[in-house]
Structures are given as structure tokens and as C-alpha cells.
């Protein structure tokens, strides 16, 4: 079956140190995407990316990159990280062949904390 | 952007009883998705429903996209149920905005 996976699931790090988070999905949906969950604020957009070699800035994109060299991995890093950045973070995918149909599936999540 | 509002934020029910979530949206979309994150944080797709109605067992989702808002329904509510109920929405470029959630509570 296909599936979305992130690693790791729990991950704690200090702060200053550079971080990456992993995404990989195998429905081969063209568009990915990443969130971060926090208390009081939801699910908030960090970075997107609808194909290979594409990526987007989102709603919280700051102290964060991506790069898409494939379809199914989207890693997202934390180039320096700060306590701020202690979270959850969810990864998503969608297929944008049928532009009338746009449902996104999550992957499992990742707990990161920044000491 | 879209602004997303779920009411009520907190709902606690007993076993056996039916609930409405209500998800109200500021602006057209064509993408509005019900999920369920369980106590293990997982996010679990329940409806992709722009518009209509749909059900799946116990639960059943209704889009009213020209009012802008969409209601979750559950019957016969079981413990299971409980956990966080989020309606996301998007516009065009698929980038999903998410309401703050409604968390259920089902006691047994």
C-alpha cells in the first residue's frame, strides 16, 4: 500500500545545531508539503513543493529549507535551531493530476525538541 | 488569506450521544477536508468534501460551499471518538489553512 513516512518520529537536539527531518511518500503525488503543530496556533504551512526542483515559501518559513531533487522525498532542515522551533511537524502529500481533487494525506508526525 | 473558525472548541459528551462540529470559512475553496487526530497525534483523513454531503458509518459530513461553512456529524458516539476534529480548507494553489480544531471529549 502506498504510504507516507517521516524519521525520525522523535528527535531532540540542541540549540545551534543543524537538524533534518525526513519525509518520503510513494502514492507519487507530485505536491508536498510541511507543517508544524503548536499549541494555540494549529497546523501552520512551512514549506511546499509541486514537483521536482520546486519549493515555496509558506506561512512560518523562517529559520527552514527544503530541496526536492525526487518525487517522493521532501526533507526539511532546521539550519540552526532555536528553542522557538520545538514542535510537531507533519509532512503531507497530494496528486495534482486531477485538478478537481486535492485531498492531502499526513504522514505520522515528528516531535522535535530544542533544548 | 482564508480564515478558518470550528466551533465549538470543546465538546463532552457521554457515550451514545450525537454531536455536530461546525467549520465556518471566509472565502470560496475548492478543497475542504475533515480530520481526526487521535491521543497518539496521528492525523486521519475522514472527508474530502468541497461541497454535498457524504457519510462513512456513524459519521456523515455536509459542504454548504455558497455559505461558506461545513458541519461534521457524529452518531452514537463511542470513546474512540474522542480527540481533536480540524476542518482545513483551500484555495486554488492547495495549500491547506486549518481552523484551531474542536476537541471531543467522550466519557464512557
Known amino acids: 500500500d502506498a504510504e507516507i513516512t517521516q524519521s525520525p518520529r522523535h528527535k531532540i537536539t540542541e540549540t545551534g545545531r543543524q537538524v533534518t527531518l525526513a519525509c518520503h511518500q510513494t502514492w507519487n503525488h507530485n505536491n508536498m508539503f510541511w507543517y508544524r503543530q503548536d499549541l494555540g496556533h494549529g497546523l501552520r504551512l512551512i514549506h511546499y513543493?509541486?514537483?521536482?526542483?520546486?519549493?515555496n515559501k509558506g506561512e512560518v518559513s523562517d529559520g527552514y529549507s527544503v530541496s526536492r531533487s525526487n518525487t517522493e522525498d521532501l526533507p526539511l532542515t532546521l539550519e540552526s535551531a532555536a528553542s522557538s522551533q520545538t514542535s510537531v511537524y507533519f509532512c503531507?502529500?497530494?496528486?495534482?493530476?486531477?485538478?478537481?481533487?486535492?485531498?492531502?494525506?499526513f504522514g505520522p508526525g515528528t516531535r522535535l525538541t530544542v533544548l | 488569506g482564508i480564515q478558518v473558525e470550528q466551533s465549538p472548541p470543546d465538546l463532552i459528551l457521554q457515550e451514545g450521544a450525537n454531536s455536530t462540529l461546525r467549520c465556518n470559512f471566509s472565502d470560496s475553496v475548492n478543497n475542504l477536508q475533515w480530520f481526526h487526530q487521535n491521543p497518539w497525534g496521528q492525523l486521519i483523513n475522514l472527508f474530502y468534501?468541497?461541497?454535498g454531503t457524504k457519510q462513512n458509518g456513524r459519521l456523515s459530513a455536509t459542504t454548504v460551499a455558497t455559505e461558506r461553512y461545513s458541519l461534521l456529524y457524529i452518531s452514537s458516539s463511542q470513546t474512540t471518538d474522542s480527540g481533536v476534529y480540524f476542518c482545513a480548507v483551500s484555495r486554488g494553489a492547495q495549500k491547506l489553512v486549518f481552523g484551531q480544531g474542536t476537541r471531543l471529549t467522550i466519557n464512557p
Open positions: 513543493s509541486y514537483g521536482v526542483q520546486d519549493t
Open positions: 468534501i468541497p461541497s
Open positions: 503531507a502529500s497530494s496528486d495534482s493530476g486531477r485538478a478537481s481533487y486535492n485531498e492531502q494525506f
